[in-house]
């Protein structure tokens, strides 16, 4: 019998998974299933109701199979019927008690079973090492106590210093989310330098691999701050429900478009208003976390901004990100994965521009800030998203003259851009768009000269991934800062939330 039902797309994922990425062709489905259940049993928040609708048809499984129901146990004596086991955990997670309703316990199966497949396919890729993948996946951030593996870190840190000739000791440690600060009081105060030269010798010692130890200002004599990457089971992921509890909070929100990229090396929340940046550039190499880097930002302006005060364009010509959105599109939302829509719309957003300093101007104001403040204009803010610049003008060349008029001119007007890219090379990312776009996001990048087109400068090739980044808001220093890890049901509950879908 028919329990369980997965679409096409799930079953490409399955068989993707068996062949190339367990290396396992022949053995049952139900593996591949049983692990994405356990995937999604690893994120906090519900899978969404709309997992309940399966699309393209894939194929169909019945719980002799997913759960081993009534397999009693094999000829070795092992267990197979885990369908008890199963039952348990989905009841702890959903609240709800699924020994009395069976119907409902499929149901929830069935959505965590196909959510685990989508977080496969969206974070692992062929060719990478599934297992150990699957290893991160699972077990990362176990242990809510990330000291855990600390305790000799100090020594360890010592002892890497004298090896670059610099004495020291460590005053004090700071744990963070993925991040351990030490606060490294030097013998000699001339060793500063030393030790910033010696960054790298000091990763080498420590086994960091290619991860960077980064230098931190600590405003004392003689000391300095080393931020030293924790190995990734003792990492906390900040999730969607912190980013709705931070922008719940805070009372007095910062500026017109607050946003919260993600939380600084310590754990502390970053805000910063997107209307005074003015525009934004994210850049990292594949599977660093820049569309989840670019889905937090959306969050927090549908749910910080009110309605009326925010449109969004979003462009995804890869049309891969924002399908969520797309159909909860109303008003206030325009998806467009079309690049000659694309274009068109930003055309027409060059026209606005101008009639909206027209209209300012004759109101007598600087920009539209200003404008609401003093009550003499409703207009919204407009905000759009680029997911892929290098899809959309290597396919439109028009679209890149568009950007660069809008990067150029639209901030007083209240139309902000917001533009990630895979590929920070200076062919995608031309100088004149660039130097009208100060604000910038990098994530991983491969090649110290990625880091540099993106940033200005080298430091962001030896970051930690999984949505570690750098980031450099106009005018202030660069800060190092850890991403939320927005998933798709947090995305759907949100659009949910603010009547979108
Ligand atoms: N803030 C985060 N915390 C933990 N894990 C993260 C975070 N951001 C991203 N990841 C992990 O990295 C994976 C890839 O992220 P994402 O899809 O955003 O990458 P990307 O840079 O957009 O890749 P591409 O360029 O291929 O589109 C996610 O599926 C998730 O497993
Ligand atoms: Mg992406």
């Not at 348990?88 to 079973?113: C, N, T, Y």
Request: aromatic share 6%; charged share 25%.
């Amino acid at each position: 019998m028919a329990d369980i039902f997965t679409s096409r797309d799930d079953e490409k994922t399955i068989e993707d998974i068996l062949h190339k990425g367990l290396l396992m062709g022949k053995a049952p489905k139900w593996t591949v299933m049983r692990l994405a259940l356990a995937r999604s049993l690893r994120l906090p928040t519900p899978p969404d109701e709309a997992l309940d609708q399966i699309g393209t048809r894939g194929s169909e499984y019945g719980l002799t199979q997913v759960t081993g129901q009534g397999q009693g146990r094999s000829p070795f004596g092992q267990q197979q019927d885990f369908t008890d086991a199963f039952r348990g955990m989905l009841s702890i997670h959903s609240g709800e008690d699924l020994f009395a309703d069976e119907k409902a316990f499929v149901r929830h199966l069935q959505r965590h079973i196909r959510r685990g497949l989508r977080e496969f396919r969206r974070g692992w890729r062929d060719g990478h090492d599934f297992y150990q993948y699957l290893y991160q996946e699972l077990c990362a951030g176990q242990d809510q106590n990330p000291t855990a593996d600390t305790s000799d870190l100090g020594e360890r840190l010592v002892a890497a210093l004298l090896e670059i000739g610099v004495r020291g000791e460590v005053a004090e440690t700071i744990d963070g989310p993925r991040i351990t600060r030490c606060l490294v009081r030097l013998m000699d105060a001339n060793h500063l330098d030393r030790v910033r030269r010696g960054l790298d010798k000091i990763a080498f010692v420590l086994g960091l691999h290619k991860f960077g130890v980064f230098p931190a200002e600590t405003g004392q004599p003689r000391m300095i701050g080393l931020d030293i990457p924790r190995p990734r089971a003792t990492w906390k992921t900040l999730s969607g429900q912190d980013l709705r509890a931070w922008i719940r909070q805070d009372t007095q929100p910062n500026g017109s478009l607050p946003v919260w990229p993600g939380v600084d090396v310590t754990g502390q929340p970053v805000c910063f208003d997107l209307s005074t940046q003015p525009h934004l550039l994210v850049g990292g190499t594949t599977g660093s976390g820049k569309s989840v880097c670019l889905h937090g930002l959306l969050l927090s302006l549908l749910i910080g901004v009110a309605q009326e005060r925010l449109k969004l364009v979003l462009i995804d010509p890869k049309k891969m990100e924002f399908g969520l959105y797309a159909k909860a599109a109303s008003k206030r939302i325009t998806v467009l994965t079309d690049v000659e829509d694309a274009n068109k719309e930003l055309a027409g957003l060059v026209e606005e521009m101008e009639r909206r300093a027209v209209t300012l101007e004759k109101a007598g104001v600087r920009d539209l800030t200003e404008a609401h403040r003093r009550g003499v204009s409703a207009l919204p803010f407009l905000v759009v998203f680029v997911e892929e610049l290098a899809d959309l003008i290597m396919q439109v060349p028009m679209a890149e003259e568009h950007l660069i008029r809008l990067a150029q001119k639209a901030r007083a007007t209240g139309i902000h851009l917001v533009i990630a890219t895979q590929r920070p090379d200076a062919r995608v990312v031309n100088g004149m768009l660039r130097s009208n776009i100060p604000s910038r996001i990098s994530l991983t990048v491969q090649k110290s000269t990625e880091s540099k087109i993106i940033l200005d400068e080298t430091g962001a090739e030896r970051l930690t991934g999984a949505g570690d980044m750098l980031i450099r808001l106009s005018g202030q220093p660069m800060q190092r800062l850890h991403g939320v890890y927005v998933t798709d049901d947090d995305i759907a509950a949100t659009l949910r939330g603010i009547g979108g879908a």
